[in-house]
């Protein structure tokens, strides 16, 4: 069965200082991935995604990137992270066929101060 | 690039059947109604999903009106481990690469 992991679980950060979140999907080969950000009492924004190795696409302009440097693994980066980067970061893995619908990870908390 | 339209939140007692309403009037033809849940601290979580005709599995039920422009979900005894915000959304099956969008979703609290 397929497992997505993200680490770490919850990162405490000072304003203008790097990020780095990692994503890893175990169970299955050349998912599409998906990144996504939930600020407090907000719904789910859409960040990045990637159908492959090196591909990654943005969906909105901000002052993070991703990457994506092995089949199965996604990272989340900034090189100075804002007050308003804070939020719940989620990693997702989509899977077609019946339910045709992402899966995702268990998310990262991050705090920007 | 939410369509879809729910009540920010609703309570429901233990062991009762929660009903969770959207509006979705502009949904196309060929676009399904998916419905998702996230716990608190915790990723989102696929419900189900329908097209036109009511589905059922071991979460849940999901009635779609017959002109479409809205759908039900539905918990029919509802547990404290169903409070949670629950999130309906209108998509093309295999379109868009997968790609989801939230809106802000419905506060599901269940109270003993």
């Known amino acids: 069965s397929q497992t997505i992991h993200q680490w770490p679980a919850t990162l405490v950060q000072p304003v203008g200082s790097p990020l780095s979140l990692e994503c890893t999907v175990e169970g299955t080969s050349n998912p599409n991935l998906y990144w996504y950000r939930q600020a407090a009492g907000r719904g789910l924004q859409l960040l990045f995604y990637?159908?492959?190795?090196?591909?990654i696409s943005s969906e909105v302009p901000q002052n993070l990137s991703a990457s994506r440097p092995q089949d199965r693994q996604f990272i989340l980066s900034s090189k100075k992270l804002l007050l308003s980067d804070s939020g719940f970061y989620l990693c997702?893995?989509?899977?077609?066929?019946?339910?045709?619908?992402?899966?995702f990870g268990p998310g990262t908390r991050l705090t920007v101060l | 690039d939410a369509k879809t339209t729910q009540p920010p939140s609703m309570d429901c007692a233990e062991g009762r059947a929660a009903n969770l309403p959207c509006n979705h009037s502009t949904i196309s033809g060929n676009e399904y109604v998916y419905w998702y849940r996230q716990i608190h601290s915790q990723g989102p979580q696929y419900i189900i999903h329908g097209l036109k005709n009511n589905e059922t599995n071991e979460m849940a039920s999901l009635i779609i009106t017959e002109d479409r422009k809205s759908s039900t979900l539905i918990l029919p005894h509802a547990t404290l481990r169903d409070t949670a915000v629950y999130y309906c959304i209108v998509r093309v099956r295999g379109s868009t690469l997968g790609r989801l969008y939230f809106g802000r979703g419905t506060q599901l609290t269940v109270w003993p």
């Open positions: 990637s159908v492959g190795i090196g591909q």
């Open positions: 997702a893995w989509y899977r077609g066929g019946y339910t045709d619908t992402q899966y």
